[in-house]
C-alpha cells in the first residue's frame, strides 16, 4: 500500500509569484485536505476535495485553489503569494464514510517566499 | 465549533519517565479524539484515535491516552519515555470537514 506523497519537498519563489503543489492520496482513499502550517504553529485547515468537489473550506482567501482529478490526485495552488504564505503545506487523505475522521498526512511541502 | 486546548507548549522528561502531554476539548457532545506526532521535518503520523468506543486508548510505540468526559480531557500518556519519543505532539478533534489542531506540546527527551 502506497502512502501520501507530496511534491516538490522544497520550494522557494518570489513574492506575487504563483505555486503549484502536488499530493497522491493513499490507495483507496477518495478525499483530500490541504492544511497550512507555519512555524511553530498547529496545521489550519485550507481546504477538502471529495470527488472533485470542494468539501469544505477553511478560512482562507480565493487565491488559495484546489483541484482533484479522477485518480483522487489534487493540487494546491496559490496565487500572487505573500511572504506570510511561507509555511509547510501537507496534504491528508482519508476514506469519507459515516463516522470514519481518521486522515493520513504526506511530509509536506515547505514554500518559501522571499 | 469543536476545538482542543493543549495546556503545555513544551514538556521536558528524562529517559526512562512517564510522559504526561495534557488536551481538554470542546465539544456539546462526544467527539471523535486523536493524537499525532511530528517529528523534526517529518509529516505527522497518527498515534492513536477515540471514537467513542473505550475510554483507554492504546496507540503505537506505548502511548495510550484516556478519554475523561467528566473533565473534558483526552491526555496522552506513556509509562516510559525513549529519546525516540522527542518530537512535536498534536491534540486533534474533526469539526465537520477539517480536522481543529491543538498549538502542539514539545517534547523534549533528556538522556
Known amino acids: 500500500e502506497t502512502g501520501v506523497t507530496q511534491s516538490p519537498t522544497h520550494l522557494i519563489k518570489t513574492r506575487g509569484q504563483q505555486v503549484t503543489l502536488r499530493c497522491s492520496s493513499q490507495s483507496g482513499h477518495n478525499t483530500v485536505s490541504w492544511y497550512q502550517q507555519a512555524l511553530g504553529q498547529g496545521p489550519q485547515f485550507i481546504f477538502q476535495?471529495?470527488?472533485?468537489?470542494?468539501?469544505g473550506r477553511g478560512n482562507f482567501p480565493p487565491r488559495f485553489s484546489g483541484l482533484q482529478f479522477p485518480n483522487y490526485s489534487s493540487e494546491l495552488n496559490v496565487n500572487a503569494l505573500e511572504l506570510d504564505d511561507s509555511a509547510l503545506y501537507l496534504c491528508a487523505s482519508s476514506i469519507t464514510t459515516g463516522g470514519s475522521y481518521e486522515q493520513y498526512f504526506g511530509p509536506g511541502t515547505r514554500l518559501t517566499v522571499t | 465549533a469543536q476545538s482542543v486546548t493543549q495546556l503545555d507548549s513544551h514538556v521536558s522528561v528524562s529517559e526512562g519517565t512517564p510522559v504526561l502531554l495534557r488536551c481538554n476539548y470542546s465539544s456539546s457532545y462526544s467527539p471523535s479524539l486523536f493524537w499525532y506526532v511530528q517529528h523534526p521535518n517529518k509529516g505527522l503520523q497518527l498515534l492513536l484515535k477515540?471514537?467513542?468506543?473505550?475510554?483507554l486508548v492504546k496507540g503505537i510505540n506505548g502511548f495510550e491516552a484516556e478519554f475523561k468526559k467528566s473533565e473534558t480531557s483526552f491526555h496522552l500518556t506513556k509509562p516510559s519515555a525513549h529519546m525516540s519519543d522527542a518530537a512535536e505532539y498534536f491534540c486533534?478533534?474533526?469539526?465537520?470537514?477539517?480536522?481543529?489542531f491543538g498549538a502542539g506540546t514539545r517534547l523534549t527527551v533528556k538522556p
Open positions: 486533534v478533534v474533526p469539526n465537520n470537514n477539517d480536522m481543529r
Open positions: 476535495y471529495y470527488r472533485e468537489e470542494e468539501n
Open positions: 477515540y471514537t467513542s468506543a473505550a475510554t
